[in-house]
T-cell receptor, first 114, second 111 residues
């Protein structure tokens, strides 16, 4: 079946612009996660959605970052007033539920801020 | 100190060799442990879970030492296709699986 999909695959933007990154989780997966992977570094947790519960935003690095999820489907990560340090690969993952160990990752969006 | 620490490598080994990676974690309350594999410019994929009793999956063996807070991965009879970055991942005892990733150990298997 279809895996986690993300769009765009690559995004180049100018410093100060806003960007929106999209994630389509695996159908039926109630949990959705966003991570960031900077060059040469490990994945950093950003935000977690579980069903209709309030999201866990504890990993968002600043108030320029926000995310929404429509029901148990698509999620959008928005970065406002992008900075060069926002350049990274943004990975989305989904799992059957918040207790499921296995998170399935999408291919990521490579964001470059010039 | 990073929550999960790994030797970045690279580990260069010939085909057929046995190679071992270790990682250490700082949160003694961590409850779940995994090894993920990440190919160059690809997404991470779960390789195996790690249990206190140790577990084996074909050529791969994972061990957990809670007292010393380290996790190991042993790969026997290395294949060219094993070349990748291996990520050590732990999960704290929270209500959901908030994974904490190490930076990874790069393995290069040569002919």
């Amino acid at each position: 079946g279809a895996g986690v999909s993300q769009s765009p695959s690559n995004k180049v933007t100018e410093k100060g612009k806003d960007v929106e990154l999209r994630c389509d989780p695996i159908s039926g997966h109630t949990a959705l996660y966003w991570y960031r992977q900077r060059l040469g570094q490990g994945l950093e947790f950003l935000i977690y959605f579980q069903g209709n519960s309030a999201p866990d935003k504890s990993g968002l690095p600043s108030d320029r970052f926000s995310a929404e999820r429509t029901g148990e489907s698509v999620s959008t990560l928005t970065i406002q007033r992008t900075q060069q340090e926002d350049s990274a690969v943004y990975l989305c993952a989904s799992s059957l539920d918040g207790l499921s160990y296995e998170q399935y990752f999408g291919p990521g969006t490579r964001l470059t801020v010039t | 100190r990073k929550e999960v620490e790994q030797d970045p490598g690279p580990f260069n080994v010939p085909e057929g060799a046995t190679v071992a990676f270790n990682c250490t974690y700082s949160n003694s309350a961590s409850q779940s442990f995994f090894w993920y594999r990440q190919d160059c410019r690809k997404e991470p994929k779960l390789l195996m879970s790690v249990y206190s009793s140790g577990n084996e999956d074909g050529r791969f063996t994972a061990q957990l030492n809670r007292a010393s807070q380290y996790i190991s991965l042993l790969i026997r009879d290395s294949k060219l296709s094993d070349s990748a970055t291996y990520l050590c991942v732990v999960s704290p005892n929270t209500g959901f699986q908030k994974l904490v990733f190490g930076t990874g150990t790069r393995l290069l298997v040569s002919p």
